[in-house]
């Protein structure tokens, strides 16, 4: 989860780079798990400033000081934005990745509770399990 988060810093500090790359945009709010109100304050910023000016940021910014640490930790960050798209792509796969992670944890969960009342066999259990595994 480390790289994940990692990559939703880079990705924003290439934008606050090179605000020219949000025309390149193709991630969506649900790709930031970890940094999503950061990424909605910086998109709404720069819809209505166009611009990512540090101290305009920390005049409208609820939490001054909350945004001085998530602005030290881009800046900090040194991606290279001409691997903007490349950024993109990596944190669109792992997210898709996670996705079907968590799809199979639930299968699996709702799976083991049926077994857990007895309404399935173990050997049920165990042959729907292979199948899930299997189709992903």
């Known amino acids: 989860m480390e790289k994940y988060n990692d990559l939703e810093i880079a990705i ?4 606050i780079q090179r605000p020219e790359l949000l025309k390149e945009l193709r991630l969506e709010e649900k790709h ?18 166009e611009t990512f ?7 409208v910014a609820s939490n001054k000081y ?7 930790q881009i800046a ?3 991606p290279a934005p001409s691997l903007f798209n490349k950024y993109q792509d990596r944190l669109i796969e792992i997210y898709e990745e996670n ?6 944890k639930n299968k699996i969960y709702n799976l083991a509770n049926e077994l857990y009342i007895n309404k399935i066999s173990v050997q049920e259990f165990k042959d729907k399990i292979n199948l899930f595994i299997q189709g992903s």
Not at 32 to 49: E, T
Not at 53 to 59: A, E, I, P, R
Not at 99 to 104: A, C, M, N, P, V
């Open 12 to 15: 924003m500090s290439c934008i």
């Open 66 to 72: 909350q945004l001085i640490e998530y602005i030290k």
């Open 32 to 49: 930031f798990l970890k940094h999503r109100r950061l990424w909605k304050f910086l998109i709404a910023f720069y819809d209505k400033f």
């Open 76 to 78: 900090e960050t040194e």
């Open 99 to 104: 996705k079907k992670e968590e799809e199979i």
């Open 53 to 59: 000016d540090f101290v305009l940021m920390c005049s």
